[in-house]
């Protein structure tokens, strides 16, 4: 999720939030002001409803971000890196470098969140019958009572057995213990996600449709369920594929100096690193910034007649087409970077190219081929699947 205001820090991990929080507290604030605080306490003025409905969103806002540092702090403790918290139209978002080992790790790491939910609402309810046995007005103990109530709301609904909310990590968790797969733990709960994800965003479009513009919320959340599930899917299916294999296991070494990129095909088959037998080198233009990229099994497809007149710069991938990635990178953090532009990715040390891996090399990855995967045996043949084109962002 896309942090658009920077909200600061707490014990070291970053918040923020996205534009769309914004549009959610102003809907909020607006039901509470207008309709909610009335009905608790009817016969104030208009500025009582509105300070008090200011005040109950953002409480409304730091219950959110509260549930979202439960994972941060229970993840934290487990080893793993937080990179943030984001809060956004449909709750919030902790962004966790990696994944729990076991199934009790994430049974802790994913059922937090529903708990600090629940305590926080069980708080906020008990200072509201507190505070109307004191005789506060009723406005302040109504206002309690509501959030209260909205915070266990929160939990009822996280705690449901669905992926990819934190009842479906907790129903994974507890079938990764049941089956001892964690794949097949992730297959049956994004699929459980998925179908009552889509099915939501069906009903909430039918609405819509018979003029109920509830439906548009209805069908945003299946939205993000159906969404979330597939994107859980497809990362649990990389992780078991690819594992932990980093980018410089799987690389293709790249020659150590640049070649002209207005060389010939023919000059550079009689010199320079593609003639000593490199299979991938760096191009570079007039000014010597980088201006794309060529794999030796180019250079040998165009016929020996046309060597002389055609040059690299028009064989080479071009620098748009090709991601800049570390040697030490986890393929499946490569992924997640991956468009459909992307045809190389370049592993760089120390600012200079050291190897290059292609989308051939990646699909040959996924389908098991190259490099063996753990639970195959056998030797990889890296050298048969010779050169092949890669991705990204040339900086």
Partial sequence: MTESIRLGRIRGIRLGANWSVLVVAVLVGVGLGERVLPSIEPGLSGVWYGVAACGVTLAFLAGIVAHELGHAVVARRQGLRVEGVVIWALGGFTSIDGQPERPGG??????????VSLVVGGVLLGLGAGVEALGAPRLAAGSLAWLGGLNLLLAALNALPISPLDGGRVLHAGLWRLFGDRLRATVVTTAVGQVVGYATLAVGMVLLVLGNLE???????????????????????????????????VMAPVAPTTVPDWWTVESACREGPLAEGWPVAVLHDWQGDPSG????????????????????????????????????????????????????????????????????????LLAGRFPTPPWVAGPADRASQGPAPVAGNWR
């Fill in 293 to 364: 990229l060529v794999a030796g099994g180019q250079l040998l497809a165009v016929p020996p007649s046309l060597r002389d007149q055609v040059r690299l710069r028009e064989l080479a991938w071009p620098a748009r087409s090709v991601v800049t990635t570390r040697p030490d990178e986890p393929v499946v953090e490569l992924l997640q970077r991956w468009t459909p532009e992307t045809h190389w990715a370049v592993a760089l040390a120390e600012g200079r190219p050291v190897g290059a891996l292609s989308v051939g090399d990646l699909e040959a």
């Fill in 215 to 249: 439906g548009l919320w209805l069908g945003a959340t299946g939205l993000f369920v159906g969404a979330g599930a597939t994107a859980e899917r497809r990362q649990g299916v990389l992780l078991a594929t690819v594992g932990d294999r980093t980018v410089g296991q």
């Fill in 106 to 115: 994430e049974l802790a790491l994913s059922g937090v969140g529903p708990l």
